[in-house]
Every structure is written in structure tokens, then in C-alpha cells.
């Protein structure tokens, strides 16, 4: 899906993380997840290089401290599955995204 594509379907940064909340709530924890528009959209994380063809699986974890579900990816050439941020990814796409906001919260 191209970025004029995924923006369409999205809409916007509000309605996008509405539509991507609603795709992973379907899902239980541990279970892979099989949505090509989930693996477009991670192109756009803001600080790491995925590319959809180099990831195994995607797959629902739930992440402390707040013990919510998170959506992970394993890249083919790594023994770990790693955390990912598909608000930041949606950010990014619809150009909202601030590194300098994200430090301030921390």
C-alpha cells in the first residue's frame, strides 16, 4: 500500500490510531497477527529502518509496566522480537511527529 493509499484509509492521526487500535484489539495476547495494512504502516516508524519483507511476524505482546497489549515484529536476521510504536509510525506518516516532544515526556 503507497503512502497516498495508507493516508486515505487512515484519515488522520485520531481516526488512524482509532482504526490500528481496532485492528490489534481484535487479536489475543501471543497471538500473530496477519494484516498487510499493520505491515505498511511500519515503514513509517520515525527511528527504525523495517522494511515488511525482513519481518517474520508481527505478533501481540502484553508490555509492562502497564500491562497493555503492544504489537511486537521479529525481523528475520534477529533472535528477538522488539516492541513497536504504531502511533509513532501513524505520526510519522501524517508528519505530527516530534522527537522533541517525546524527550520532554521523559
Given at each position: 500500500m503507497d503512502n497516498v493509499l495508507l493516508k486515505k484509509t487512515l484519515k488522520n492521526v485520531s481516526n488512524g490510531t482509532k482504526?490500528?487500535?481496532?485492528?490489534i484489539k481484535k487479536y489475543n495476547a501471543d497471538e500473530r497477527v496477519d494484516n498487510?495494512?499493520?505491515?505498511?504502516?511500519l515503514q513509517y516508524h520515525p527511528t527504525k529502518k523495517i522494511i515488511p519483507v525482513n519481518i517474520d511476524y508481527l505478533?501481540?505482546?502484553i508490555r509492562p509496566p502497564f500491562n497493555k497489549p503492544a504489537l511486537f515484529f521479529k525481523?528475520?536476521?534477529c533472535e528477538i522480537e522488539d516492541d513497536i510504536s504504531y502511533v509513532s509510525c501513524i505520526k510519522n506518516l501524517f508528519g505530527k511527529y516530534s522527537e522533541k516532544k517525546i524527550k520532554k515526556k521523559i
Open positions: 482504526y490500528i487500535t481496532d485492528i498487510n495494512e499493520l505491515l505498511d504502516l505478533i501481540i505482546r525481523h528475520r536476521d
